[in-house]
């Protein structure tokens, strides 16, 4: 029978059928950090169990984590002890833990790829719905509750209801200008934020071969935002040789092995996905969102909608909530749009290839009078990388912070964040009612229209620059 | 986990859509390391006015509505992020059923590892139940897990689908961990063919 890629993971991850009950999968590789992870600890040490497979496991800091001043404690004491809290939990169980002051230390999500650490045809999970940004390697990776994380410490396995498949092909080749990011965006307004409900979408097509490893993780990390289960992109030579030569990479024979079983993953020609959508990438322009949900987006060169334009009751109502929280008016011109904050970052767009964009557009600008502007590397080696290149003072010369490494306002925790009222551009994923503050305005945008933002003080059309 | 009984409770109603899990239970909350207590921030944002009273436009703050266990909800509850403080502040708050058409992958199953009977109806039913509460707010409904029905006084009674794993554990309060450590052999024997097989996973 053809089979696709997921469908191929799954088989060869089952680890035993039983009657009357989800299957229980075998889970290859555990990402953890702080947030999602003590209570499970906890229900470990209450029942007398112990973690399965601790090589299994890579744990980080970064939700809670200061992007300055790290040298000083950290001086919320409940973040602080949650920290504290991590450390010991993986200290007692002989965990490989990139504390704060690690060299290695980053957002999960950056740091797991950046030490080779998931492969092709793996099963990875974290306590992090942003897991699916490993799909970029044809790994089958998505997030798990607390209780599931407890679970696979002591099993290594997880009962799963297999999912439906979904295939988004992108044809065609996108425009200088467009972005993953967009690519992203542009998806999760076409199905909605429950698009992707009960599936694992497979991304195919011209336009998602040509993206960079990078730009498939920023377009897998987004496969939740539309509800998904996980995104997947099938391995190929950039996948390998992004990997080749990494810390937790296979090496020397293992690497030959590994090279054919990972050559075997991609869909056969053949193979059924239960729903099929098909964009063109020459029709995405750089992405705003203006609304409160991931799917309330925009090409940069239209206006905010008017509720009485969805045809859906439940649409029109989001929208109407969407703009009274948002402090917008229908038919406003994106590129009216003032910002007041600019944060380039996280687990969607701080790798390297986003600030040498953003870095390129904001060279030689001044951040406008007003606006904030924020640039936090994934992670230590994100940040090491951009100072070789001399990225760190192009965006200083320019006006811009720059910053440590961590989660910072994409979910702001730590203490950066909007105050009520601020409206930002925002190179993350969620644009939900005070996810960066109470009463913040998130924009949704790429890194490069980011950086635009940022020096015009409102939003641009990049492609006019 | 408590086994889920059989129980007659007010239903409230939360007429939106795609309430996501940074509203259920706001970032500020997820520092704590223990799993209790998060009940008195559910909906916080939403739930409270800047100094700290009650917001009297939150439809869970209606006086109809307190000590309800059932919440009538819109479509994609619990879209976004996976932390699972989300339904352990439903449960902490006292809910101990949802009723919904839809609701996010990941939120679904954490439900039913708390205790939390996540119920799936279609969109016509739905709106039948919310005019029901509507039209008399404070209205207590029964559910029964066993027979995978729902009653009303307005006879708007309807059965449910469930998977018959989730109904079981639900019904017994069963652990999940001790669930699966009964096949820790055929655990083992999968990692032993897994390591010949994947030789490169294990160096």
């Known amino acids: ?465 | 986990m408590d086994p889920y009984k059989k129980h007659d409770s007010i239903a409230a109603l939360m007429n939106r859509n795609n309430v996501d899990t940074d509203q259920i239970i706001p970032k500020q909350f997820l520092k704590k390391v223990e799993r209790s207590g998060f009940g008195a921030h559910l909906f916080h944002d939403w739930r409270f006015n800047d100094d700290g009273s009650d917001n009297a436009e939150f439809e869970l703050n209606k006086p109809a509505f307190k000590g309800a266990h059932i919440l009538v909800a819109g479509d994609n509850f619990g879209c976004g992020s996976s932390r699972e403080h989300a339904p352990w502040a439903i449960a902490d708050y006292g809910f101990n059923t949802i009723i919904s058409t839809s609701y996010a992958d990941i939120f679904y199953n954490n439900c039913f590892k708390n205790g939390i009977l996540a119920i799936i109806v279609d969109s016509s039913q739905l709106d039948t139940l919310m005019a029901e509460i509507n039209a008399n707010e404070g209205v207590r409904f029964t559910v029964d897990l066993e027979n995978q029905q729902v009653t009303t006084p307005a006879g708007n009674d309807f059965t449910f689908e469930i998977d018959p794993f989730r109904k079981g554990n639900l019904l017994s309060g069963l652990d999940d961990i001790g669930l699966t450590l009964k096949h820790v052999d055929k655990i083992t024997a999968y990692e032993a063919q897994h390591k010949q097989t994947y030789p490169w996973l294990w160096a």
């Open chain 1, 1 to 465: 029978m053809k089979k696709t890629m997921y469908e191929k993971i799954w088989d060869s991850h089952r680890v035993v059928d039983v009657e009357g009950q989800a299957p229980l999968i075998y889970v290859d590789r555990h990402l953890m950090h702080e947030v999602t992870s003590p209570q499970a600890f906890e229900g470990l040490r209450l029942s007398n169990r112990k973690v399965r497979n601790p090589h299994s496991i890579l744990a980080t800091m970064d939700h809670c984590v200061p992007t300055k001043n790290r040298e000083l404690p950290i001086a919320d004491p409940i973040a602080r002890k949650q920290i504290e809290v991590m450390a010991e939990n993986c200290l007692e169980n002989g965990l490989n833990l990139y504390d704060m002051k690690s060299p290695n230390n980053g957002v999960i999500h950056v740091v797991v790829p950046e030490h080779g650490f998931v492969h092709p045809g793996m099963v990875v999970v974290c306590g992090d719905s942003h897991t699916a940004t490993h799909g970029a390697f044809g790994a089958l990776a998505f997030g798990i509750g607390t209780s599931e994380v407890e679970h696979v410490m002591a099993t290594q396995t997880l009962p799963q209801q297999k999912s439906k498949t979904m295939l988004i092909q992108v044809n065609g080749k996108l425009s200088k200008y467009a972005s993953a990011k967009d690519v992203a965006l542009a998806i999760v307004g076409k199905i909605g934020t429950a698009g992707g409900n009960g599936h694992v979408i497979e991304y195919a097509g011209d336009a998602i071969k040509e993206l960079s490893m990078e730009g498939r993780m920023t377009l897998c990390n987004m496969a939740i935002e539309a509800g998904a289960r996980a995104g997947l992109v099938a391995p190929d030579e950039k996948t390998y040789s992004y990997l080749k030569g990494r810390e937790f990479a296979p090496k020397g024979e293992n690497w030959d092995l590994a090279m054919a079983y990972w050559q075997s993953l991609p869909s056969d020609a053949d193979a059924v996905f239960d729903t099929i959508i098909i964009l063109d990438a020459a029709d995405i322009a750089p992405q705003v969102s203006w609304g409160t949900s991931p799917e309330q987006v925009i090409g940069v060169d239209g206006c905010v909608p008017a509720p009485e334009s969805f045809e859906n009751e439940g649409k029109r109502k989001a929208c109407e909530s969407a703009l009274a929280y948002m402090g917008l008016t229908p038919n406003t011109k994106i590129t009216d749009i003032p910002v007041d904050l600019v944060f380039i970052g996280s687990c969607t767009n701080g790798r390297i290839e986003d600030f040498r964009i953003a870095a390129e557009v904001a060279k030689g600008t001044t951040v406008a009078k007003g606006v904030t502007a924020i640039a936090v590397p994934g992670s230590y080696h994100v940040k090491k990388q951009a100072e070789d290149e001399g990225l760190d003072k192009i965006f200083i010369d320019a006006g811009w912070e720059w910053r440590d490494p961590g989660c910072s306002m994409c979910l702001a925790m730590n203490g950066d964040e909007l105050t009520k009222g601020q409206r930002s551009a925002s190179t993350s994923n969620r644009n939900f009612e005070g996810r960066q503050g109470k009463g913040g305005r998130t924009h949704l945008v790429s890194p490069a229209m980011a950086a635009a933002a940022a020096a015009a003080g409102h939003f641009v059309d990049i492609r006019n620059l």
